[in-house]
């Protein structure tokens, strides 16, 4: 496969990321990758990638004081891929009850929420989950309601695309987002007797709860997918 040249890439240092091994990862695939806090740079890139591993609300109290929210925002209003990961996937979100309740950047209409394994749950979940696991398609629906089984189609066009069923990815998290449109939600997984949202696709701002640098070769796909999805975005800007 050719290497995609030109697209540079933006990923946020807000002081709360795994930045060099997302860098890697994007430099693996032909991107070229700055790890940045400035706003410029940001607007002015290709494509944003939103890391994150650690506390939701030091995570928007540094993006707030490093003035970058209004940023942020506006690379969604430029129809500007924007990627988040694992932490920054649920700064998407409108809110979160971690350590208390905070206001996320409401780029995605949801909460972000704990696992909470007490109904119907015969032994108890070890949070924050930390290891791999499976990713599933969302499973379509026939019209009286009934499950009809995973769409297979519904990872075309996506950072999914190519991947099997039930790939293994690699997460390190005790939250979880959950989009108030069901139609945004990409993949799930399931952790004990929880279905819980781990991939989102909305316009062109795509998220994932796992690690897809941390996730060997099927997660430097998503990034090869990531880079294609963002060169034919510049192509149609260029037009």
Known sequence: MSHPCKIRV???????????????????????????SSKEWILSSDAVILPGVGAFGDAMKSLRQLDLI????EVVGLQKPLIGICL??????TESYEFGRHSGLGI?????????????SPT?????????????????RQVEGESD????????????????????????????AMPVDSNLVLAVSEYGNIEFC???RYGNTFSFQFHPERSGSEGLRIYRNL?????????????
């Open 70 to 73: 209004g940023p942020l925002k």
């Open 10 to 36: 933006a990923i946020v240092d807000y002081g709360l990321g795994n930045l060099f091994s997302v860098k890697h990862a994007c430099e693996y695939v032909g991107m070229q990758a700055t790890i940045t």
């Open 124 to 140: 108890r979940l070890k949070v924050p989950q930390i290891g791999w696991n499976r990713i599933l398609r969302r499973r379509h």
């Open 198 to 200: 781990s991939s989102i």
């Open 88 to 93: 920054g996937m649920q700064l998407l979100m």
């Open 108 to 120: 995605i209409d949801g909460p972000v929420v704990r696992f909470d394994d007490s109904v119907n």
């Open 227 to 239: 880079a294609s999805l963002i060169q034919k975005q510049m192509r149609r800007s260029e037009g």
């Open 149 to 176: 089984g995973p769409n297979p189609d519904s990872w075309s066009g996506s950072p999914l695309e190519g991947l099997p069923d039930e790939t293994f990815m690699f997460f390190v998290h005790s939250f979880y």
